[in-house]
């Protein structure tokens, strides 16, 4: 700081209308303007942990509130990752590969540790490990609707368990090969029936990868088939607030087409091209829920490709490309294409008025903290300004973990909570429910001295002339950020350790904040305040208090 802003002396009258005023501009609402976040909960290690912990068994009606409570104190969206009837046969499959999961669990026990994939769905019934019927499961859903909460669960469209009944009631629901493909392919399991039939089912599959072995594939020239997997999801609708479907762009025609033409004939084909899923799907489900239960139901769409498509359809949508852009910067070390990703992201949102679903982690990938390493907070405090998104976090993230559990593990590994880590997801998350940041205007602003080594991210409202600066260093080098200051600032705030920025430099006109690689500081501005007031300890105190 120079000298002369560091020697005034606020009165205390002005000081205490000062901090009120920024309490009030950061003040926590339960807005959804433009930044909402998701928490993923795998659901079945979430209750063993529980249950290990309080030492008897807990289903989700049995949650204690001290553990809802830390988590709405968090997050406004909920993911209960994997809370249907698990298959039997795809445990059997997932036993095949215990060796594999022993980088996770060293000391894992094949029959007690591994389970089936919570993607080989064997039937939309409840896990009775996670509740004993829906009545349980919707007190859970009513009780965190009233703290406005709101609960997304799995659809998984492209392919249904081993075990499941439709392979016996409805084996024309599936794609069906013969005794050649099944010989000359590894594309096919062979199933007797209890007639004694044989016949040739399609494994669930990606285009650009080889076969889940543990489930099979549906088969959506199949019209019937459609109209009962609609079916289940006006079911199911009953008991959530949305859906995170699972590789929803495979069951787009184009994909299916792609994936599975080859063994359809023409008047199939026609059949898929005629009736995309998603198109008739969606509309019908968010109508009859609005209609009937005066709900908006949501969906989420895990897609890779084809996304302008699931746009028409879908609310939220995966943006991986700003996933890969974020390791790729940290790979090279440049930043311009990943700045100039953030500011398109920013700049044009979807004219077709879906939004996108961000992260850093999910249960696909693996930690942040391993694959971004020290720049993780700084990636990750990036994605969770994306304005207009859904900042997805997954289960673990905010406490630093750094190993990703197997889908197929029925426990986690123990690891030590990061307390840095876990308070930079609490001052994040904070920041990013403030009134300031979702109802302000964000953009991405330069650097005045030149440096354009750092990213700038301005927050105005130009209602209470206030302004935040989140500068964010995502190279290996010490940046100098830069910008002009009308202002009175109140304070400039660490978010990567959590502690007052002290090495920053102010004039009447000129913010500079010095940036070590991976760091990140936040400075709160307002035009209202008449005096300069962060030296005082108190002020700081009780501003930091509520930006963390």
Request: some cysteine.
């Given at each position: 700081?120079?000298?002369e ?36 909960i ?7 942990d529980?249950s ?38 795809g ?11 022993r ?12 389970v ?21 499961w ?26 499941h ?28 029936n ?64 792609r ?17 995309p ?38 609310d ?16 090279t ?15 044009n ?49 905010e ?13 986690f ?53 206030s ?42 006109q ?14 709160c ?24």
């Amino acid at each position: 700081m120079t000298s002369e802003t560091a020697t005034r002396a606020p009165q205390t009258e002005t000081l205490q209308k000062n901090i009120e005023i920024q309490l009030e501009l950061l003040n926590s609402v339960e807005s959804e303007k433009q930044l909402r976040s998701i928490y993923l909960i795998n659901t079945r290690l979430w209750l063993d942990d529980l249950s290990k912990k309080y030492q008897t068994r807990i289903t989700i009606g049995g949650v204690p509130q001290e553990e809802w409570k830390k988590l709405f104190e968090r997050h406004d969206n909920f993911w209960f990752m994997g809370i249907y009837k698990p298959s039997q046969i795809g445990q059997e499959c997932a036993k095949q590969y215990v060796e594999q999961y022993r980088g996770y669990l060293p000391d894992i026990d094949k029959d007690k540790d591994v389970v089936a994939s919570p993607f080989a769905v064997a039937g939309y019934c409840l896990n009775p490990l996670i509740a004993k019927d829906w009545q349980e499961w919707d007190q859970m859903v009513e009780m965190l609707n009233q703290k406005n909460k709101k609960i997304f669960i799995d659809f998984v469209p492209n392919h249904t368990a081993i075990d499941h009944p439709w392979v016996e009631s409805h084996p024309e629901y599936y794609i069906q090969g013969n005794e050649q493909l099944y010989f000359s392919t590894n594309n096919f399991l062979q199933i007797k029936n209890k007639q004694g039939e044989i016949k040739y089912f399609a494994y669930g599959k990606d285009p650009n990868f080889g076969p889940w072995i543990d489930t099979l594939q549906l088969n959506y020239s199949n019209l019937e088939l459609q109209k009962t997997m609609r079916q289940e999801i006006e079911q199911l609708s009953q008991h959530a607030d949305g859906f995170r479907c699972d590789m929803a762009m495979l069951i787009n025609p184009e994909t299916f087409l792609r994936s599975w033409g080859w063994c359809l004939n023409e008047e199939e084909k026609k059949r898929v091209e005629e009736n995309p899923f998603w198109q008739k799907t969606i509309p019908e489900i968010k109508k009859k829920a609005i209609l009937d239960n005066k709900r908006n139901i949501e969906f989420i769409a895990e897609a890779y490709w084809e996304e302008v498509e699931l746009g028409k359809y879908f609310d939220y949508i995966y943006n991986h490309d700003l996933y890969k852009k974020l390791k790729t910067s940290i790979k090279t070390g440049s930043i311009d294409d990943l700045k100039g990703y953030i500011n398109y992201l920013i700049n044009n949102p979807n004219g077709l008025g879906n939004f996108w679903a961000v992260y850093t982690e999910n249960h696909d990938e693996d930690r942040a903290v391993r694959t971004m390493g020290k720049l993780s907070k700084a990636a990750t405090t990036i994605t969770a300004l994306i304005g207009n998104s859904m900042f997805l976090l997954n289960q673990g993230q905010e406490e630093g973990f750094s190993f990703r559990p197997p889908m197929q593990v029925a426990r986690f590994k123990d690891e030590n909570v990061d307390q840095n880590m876990a308070k930079f997801y609490d001052d994040l998350l904070k920041i990013r429910r403030s009134t300031l940041f979702q109802e302000g205007k964000i953009k991405i602003i330069d650097s005045t001295n030149g440096d354009n080594n750092s990213i700038i991210f301005e927050i105005s409202d130009s209602k209470t002339k206030s302004r935040a600066i989140v500068a964010i260093n995502m190279t290996q080098l010490t940046t100098f950020a830069q910008i002009n200051k009308g202002e009175n600032y109140l304070s400039v705030y660490n978010l990567t350790n959590g502690s007052k920025s002290n090495d920053d430099e102010a004039t009447d006109q000129k913010l500079t904040l010095k940036l070590n690689p991976g760091e990140v500081k936040i400075a709160c501005l307002n035009q209202i305040c008449e005096v300069y007031c962060s030296k005082s300890d108190y002020a700081l105190t009780e501003i930091v208090s509520r930006v963390s």
